[in-house]
């Protein structure tokens, strides 16, 4: 769990009281805390699934984050997992002149974050990356 390090982070309710929500979190990490294939196999391994070998065997979709290509990772846990989440959606954003990679990350129950997908998605392509320092 890197919500210490997160810059943002913000819950998102399920419908009902009760229903559980979905945590969104903006955490920017520089290439020295380990690089990008460590951590989806941390997230691959949250939701139950087999861990990779290269970054080019996880499915990514791409979009766009202040006019810079970014990619989407969709995880979902197997129906018999027991796993720490249900479904976690991350946003990479490398930002080469900067040394680092934002992640964009929604973790929590498989309804909550299917539900929210489109609006976070939407979120994450409406920053903006300003100031001195690109952030």
Same mark, same amino acid.
């Given at each position: 769990?890197?919500?210490?390090?997160?810059?943002?982070?913000?819950?998102?309710?399920?419908?009902?009281?009760?229903?559980?929500?979905?945590?969104?979190? /903006?955490?920017?990490?520089? !290439?020295? #805390? @380990?690089? =990008?294939?460590?951590?989806?196999?941390?997230?691959?391994?949250?939701?139950?699934?087999?861990?990779?070998?290269?970054?080019?065997?996880?499915?990514?979709?791409? /979009?766009?984050?202040?006019? !810079?290509? #970014? @990619?989407? =990772?969709?995880?979902?846990?197997?129906?018999?997992?027991?796993?720490?989440?249900?479904?976690?959606?991350?946003?990479?954003?490398?930002?080469?002149?900067?040394?680092?990679?934002?992640?964009?990350?929604?973790? @929590?129950?498989?309804?909550?974050?299917?539900?929210?997908?489109?609006?976070?998605?939407?979120?994450?392509?409406?920053?903006?990356?300003?100031?001195?320092?690109?952030?």
């Amino acid at each position: 769990d890197n919500s210490g390090m997160a810059m943002a982070l913000f819950d998102v309710p399920g419908e009902s009281e009760g229903s559980g929500t979905a945590r969104v979190s /903006v955490t920017p990490l520089t !290439s020295k #805390a @380990g690089g =990008i294939l460590p951590n989806i196999n941390r997230w691959r391994n949250q939701v139950g699934l087999e861990l990779i070998k290269t970054i080019e065997e996880q499915p990514m979709t791409g /979009v766009q984050v202040d006019q !810079s290509p #970014a @990619g989407l =990772i969709d995880l979902a846990s197997p129906q018999d997992a027991s796993a720490k989440f249900d479904r976690i959606l991350v946003v990479l954003v490398p930002r080469v002149q900067e040394d680092r990679t934002w992640f964009f990350k929604m973790t @929590g129950p498989g309804d909550i974050v299917t539900r929210h997908k489109q609006s976070f998605v939407a979120f994450v392509e409406s920053v903006r990356f300003g100031g001195p320092s690109g952030e």
